[in-house]
């Protein structure tokens, strides 16, 4: 995009051949900074890839509510050598919750879901032991309730969805509701289990309609769950990690040198916690309709971007970077230049700085590329003074 203003510009200063020298200098210096900008993102994309690994990855910068750059670097599929393009989709994990919350609240807006509802109230045959989770505890991971699926993505005992449902309701809760973060799936589902039960039609379809196609979203769907062979355009996930889990949790991981293929079996009932597929350039138009308040109104927007605080008053989120937690919103609580940080399966990330009217989307085909640790890099090129951490 960039380079084609560039060349445009330059060929109008070889036909308007009167303009004097200083006038000539004063139209093309923004194009060069322009220039500079770009090979500096390159760069920067370039050495991460390197330094970390990446087989894959896609760029999307968005400023003042419009997309200024789009990136496609590297392979899509190693062994076939198939590049990645602007068109090539890639899961996005748990940035799918984020999607999940913006769900809930289109319901909270048409007055047919309560937050601080118990989830009782929506979902009939729950323990007793659930009856005072609320709704915002799902959405917050304050519910304390036990994990149904692992980072592998499978289900509690290896069993099918509607067993495995049953059998997390078995299970003791973990913490009191309401006291402490604790990130597990359970939440997530349930989420989507409340959403079915009040419009009466699949998580995947009210999502469908309601955001991917609202927001004009051309190459954004949930993951297959048939276990079919990879569609052209789709990214093959690879890691250097082989997970080592005891019951539903990963203990320890074991490296490889050599990145190999990452198989993930999703299934419909995980699909608010994790089952959106899409490319960059989607994902930032998505952002950008929410921000437009074409999704949901103001309002409901501050309310799913504000950390929702502990029992005891305290904050948490995934680190020292991101260390809050909204309605299915991570952020980077920091007085200067706060983001709203949902990332997912430690390969997609997208940062929105709501102060500095910067958006940056990451997607990645390697768990473990973790690009939230040099987001703020690329940012920090739009944003005098943006301290860099990672």
Known sequence: MMNKISAAIGLIAVMGGLADAASAHARSAPVAAAENKTVAIEQLVQSEMASRGIPGLQLTIVRHNKIEFTGAYGQANIESSTPVTEQTTFPVN?????????????????DKLDLDAPINTYLETLPDAWSAITVRHLLTHMSGLPEIADDNVRLLGGAEPEAAWAKVQALPLKLSPGTKFDYTQTNYVAIGKII??????????????????????????????????????????????????????TVGVERSEVPFARHEPWTEIVFPAGG???????????????????????????????????QDGSYRGFGSTINGYGLGWPSARRAAHPAITPVGGARAAIFIYPEDDLTIVVLTNLMGASPEKFVDKIASLYIPGLAVEN
């Open 196 to 249: 079915e039960k009040i419009t009466g039609e699949s998580y995947a379809e009210f999502v469908r309609d309601r955001q991917f196609d609202a927001a004009g979203l051309k190459r954004t769907r949930f993951a297959d769950v048939t276990g079919a062979k990879a569609k052209p355009h789709e990214a093959t996930l690879y890691t250097h990690l082989t997970l080592r889990i005891e019951g539903m949790k």
């Open 94 to 110: 748990s940035i799918s919750k984020a999607v999940a919350g913006v769900a809930a609240m289109q319901l909270v807006e048409a």
């Open 276 to 310: 959106v597929r899409t490319t960059s350039t989607d994902l930032a138009k998505w952002a950008v309709a929410l921000q437009k308040q074409k999704l949901v109104n103001k309002d409901s927007l501050e309310q799913l971007w504000k950390p929702q605080p502990q």
